[in-house]
């Protein structure tokens, strides 16, 4: 792996910025990979769109920005709509259930991200965490149990164990992954 280019996208306050460190700071500690991450989230710091974007290479990292991103995730239309362009043509898209995608070529998934972060601790802002188990068990970058570690020393007090569950939930997910798969546009002509 040469560079790796992941885009975690949403509205602000969902978290997402700190799933990009969370992972970022695992890839560094726990690999021999490098990693860099930065963010974007200005003016619409609560509800517009963010963007919190992860390098990973097994090289020096020369320009810190995501160019083409190799993985899109995306939990709202407005960040979907916002930072879908520049995908790499076969690039892994990930979204939330709530968010539509036309078919297309490549690996697409749709989640039910924020309904499983309601349902099962409460609160939308757990679906960040449910989101980087999901990215963490389909690309092979960093293992689960040391991204956990990093959540347990970088969340919050006192919700350590629900962020560290809503990991676990979001590689639960995937064991049913043909279930969230969106067809490609190939797919859909053979119909």
Do not use: H
């Amino acid at each position: 792996m040469e560079r790796y280019e992941i885009r975690l996208s949403g509205a602000g306050g969902q978290g997402l910025i700190l799933s990009g460190i969370i992972l970022a700071e695992s890839i560094i500690r726990f690999t021999t990979k490098n990693a860099i991450q930065t963010q974007s989230y200005g003016p619409e710091a609560r509800g517009g769109a963010s963007k919190s974007e992860v390098i990973v290479s097994s090289g020096e990292i020369d320009y810190p920005k995501v160019r083409k991103p190799d993985l899109l995730l995306a939990l709202t239309q407005e960040a979907y709509n916002k930072y879908n362009r520049e995908l790499k043509e076969y690039g892994i898209i990930i979204v939330d259930e709530n968010v539509y995608i036309a078919p297309r070529s490549g690996p697409t998934y749709s989640f039910p991200i924020l309904k499983t972060a309601r349902e099962k601790f409460g609160r939308d802002i757990f679906g960040s965490m449910i989101s980087l188990g999901i990215v963490v068990g389909l690309v092979d970058l960093v293992s689960p149990a040391d991204v956990e570690k990093v959540v347990i020393e970088r969340v919050p007090r006192g919700t350590e164990e629900t962020n560290r569950k809503a990991i676990y939930t979001g590689l639960e997910l995937l064991e049913d992954l043909e279930k969230y798969e969106i067809q490609t546009e190939e797919e859909e002509e053979e119909k």
